[in-house]
């Protein structure tokens, strides 16, 4: 759990240099990337074996939302995700090809996402400034996107359908080098 969390702050530094920003000018932003990483933790009671024994006490339906993945080429996959976990871990739980590379620190832009209706767009929590910043850096962003990994399952996202961009931009390989606002 240590080498993950330490690894997490490095991928901010790394980030924030990757900005052009100094590390210990902008250490507020990683005690908060902290904080989020265990509020996060905090609201995922469920992983995929709870969810199972949520499926085999037949409680399911309370616990579970129905989600679409639709990958460029049209392609449906309807998946069921346990309340409380992000939409990045599902995809990866349910073998959709969404990359993740930062693991939900708010380090890269791969997990992007496009939000298929505004309804369900307005019922997520506002974006926090650092996934706006790294959205800034998504390939083909749109008026709904979000970053996967700061997509949380709740009750009211029952039914939500999420498009899988084209592409997506991870500087750390393909050498793209933001620009410093
Ligand atoms: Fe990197 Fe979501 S996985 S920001």
């Known amino acids: ?9 490095g991928a901010c530094v790394f980030r924030d240099l990757m900005k052009g920003q100094s ?3 902008q250490r507020p ?11 996060t ?6 992983s995929s074996t709870a969810a199972s024994e949520a499926c085999k006490e037949g409680n399911n339906d309370k616990k579970l939302i129905n989600v679409t993945f639709v990958d460029k080429d049209g392609e449906e996959k309807h998946i069921k995700v346990p309340v409380g976990m ?3 871990e599902a995809a990866h739980e349910n ?6 590379a930062c693991e939900g620190s708010l380090a890269c832009s791969t997990c992007h996402v496009i939000v298929m209706d505004v309804d369900y767009y307005n019922k997520l929590e506002e974006p926090i400034d650092e996934e706006n910043d790294m959205l800034d850096l998504a390939f083909g962003l749109t008026e709904t996107s979000r970053l996967g990994c700061q997509v949380i399952a709740k009750p009211e996202l029952d039914g939500i359908r999420l498009a899988l961009p084209a592409a997506t931009r991870n500087f750390a390989v393909d050498g793209y080098k933001p620009k410093p606002h």
């Open 1 to 9: 759990m240590l080498v993950s969390r330490v690894s997490r702050l």
């Open 23 to 25: 590390a210990f000018v």
């Open 29 to 39: 932003r990683y005690l908060h990337a902290f904080y989020r990483h265990f509020r």
């Open 41 to 46: 933790l905090r609201h995922r009671p469920f």
């Open 86 to 88: 992000s939409m990045l």
């Open 95 to 100: 073998d959709i090809e969404l990359e993740g």
